[in-house]
């Protein structure tokens, strides 16, 4: 995976955590919130994972 694909999913995966955080508190939805949280750990492994050596 090319460090430009890596960069641009951890940040669709940080953006959609908020969205999902803003429209669990607006909304009440513990669904939306939990889909959040979920979001953000992927996020946050995804950034520190290291790279596999050859």
Not at 12 to 37: D, H, M, N, Q
């Amino acid at each position: 995976m090319t460090t430009t694909t890596k960069t641009l999913m951890l940040i669709s995966l940080i953006l959609l955590a908020c969205v999902c955080y803003f429209i669990g508190t607006l909304k009440g939805a513990i669904a939306f919130i939990a889909l959040g949280i979920i979001l953000e750990i992927g996020f946050w492994v995804g950034l520190f994972s290291k790279k596999k050596s050859s």
